[in-house]
C-alpha cells in the first residue's frame, strides 16, 4: 500500500486568505485525488491530478478557487482560495497504489472563521 | 439516483454478532468495488476490495459482489466493538489507476456490548 503524508493535519484560517495543502506519496503514482469531506457527509471528490498536465475538475469546483499543483509523480498540493466560512472541511488526498484501490493522506481540518 | 447508495444506519449489532452493510450502485459497467472503514474525526482506512462476482474473505471480514444485482455487500464476523464505525462503500468503473472512485455516503456501525 502506498503511504500519503498530508500536511498541515488542521488550521484555522481568517476568511479572505488562502491555504495550501500538501501531498506527499511515497512512490510514485500516476494520479492523484483530492476530496473534501463535509462533517457527518460523504467524500466528494474535487479534482484528479496528473502528473504534467492540468488537474480535472467535478462539478461544482473551479481552478480559481482550488488550484493544485502536481510537479513530479510523488507530490501535490491542492490551495483553497479567498476561504469563506463554508469552505470549512476536512480536505483529503488520494492515489492509487499497485492496483485500482486508493489510499488517503491523514487529512486536513480547516476551519475558516 | 445516487451512484452508489448505502443505508447511513445506525447500525447496531452485539458484540460477536455478525455485521452486514449493503451497498447498491447504478453503474452497470463498474468493475472494482471497494469498503472503507473511517473513525470519527481519522481518513478512511481500505479494508476490504473486490473485483470478481462472488465472495473474497479476509480474516473476519468477507465481501460480497453479485454484478447482476448491482449489489456489493461486506460482512464482519465476530463484531468487536473496535469496528464501530463508518464504512463507506466506493465503485470504480475500470481496475485500473485512472479511474476515480465514487463513494456512498457511508453506513455507521456500532457494536453494543
Known amino acids: 500500500s502506498a503511504v500519503i503524508s498530508q500536511k498541515p493535519s488542521r488550521d484555522i484560517c481568517q476568511r479572505g486568505t488562502s491555504l495550501t495543502i500538501q501531498c506527499q506519496v511515497d512512490s510514485q503514482v500516476t494520479m492523484m485525488f483530492w476530496y473534501r469531506q463535509q462533517p457527518g457527509q460523504s467524500l466528494t471528490l474535487i479534482a484528479t491530478?496528473?502528473?504534467?498536465?492540468?488537474?480535472?475538475?467535478e462539478s461544482g469546483f473551479v481552478i480559481d478557487k482550488f488550484p493544485i499543483s502536481r510537479p513530479n509523480l510523488t507530490f501535490s498540493t491542492l490551495t483553497v482560495s479567498n476561504m469563506s466560512p463554508e469552505d470549512s472541511s476536512i480536505y483529503l488526498c488520494?492515489?492509487?497504489?499497485?492496483?485500482?484501490?486508493?489510499?488517503f493522506g491523514q487529512g486536513t481540518r480547516l476551519t475558516v472563521v | 439516483q445516487k451512484e452508489v447508495e448505502q443505508n447511513s444506519g445506525p447500525l447496531s449489532v452485539p458484540e460477536g454478532a455478525i455485521a452486514s452493510l449493503n451497498c447498491t450502485y447504478s453503474d452497470r459497467g463498474s468493475q472494482s468495488f471497494f469498503w472503507y472503514r473511517q473513525y470519527s474525526g481519522k481518513s478512511p482506512e481500505l479494508i476490504m476490495f473486490?473485483?470478481?462476482?462472488g465472495d473474497k474473505e479476509d480474516g473476519r471480514f468477507t465481501a460480497q459482489l453479485n454484478k447482476a444485482s448491482q449489489y456489493v455487500s461486506l460482512l464482519i464476523r465476530d463484531s468487536q466493538p473496535s469496528d464501530s464505525a463508518t464504512y463507506l462503500c466506493?465503485?470504480?468503473?475500470?481496475?485500473?489507476?485512472?479511474?476515480?472512485?465514487?463513494f456512498g455516503t457511508g453506513t455507521r456501525l456500532q457494536v453494543t456490548l
Open positions: 473486490i473485483y470478481s462476482n
Open positions: 488520494s492515489a492509487a497504489g499497485q492496483g485500482a484501490e486508493a489510499f
Open positions: 491530478a496528473n502528473q504534467g498536465s492540468e488537474a480535472t475538475y
Open positions: 466506493a465503485v470504480k468503473p475500470g481496475t485500473g489507476t485512472a479511474s476515480k472512485l465514487t
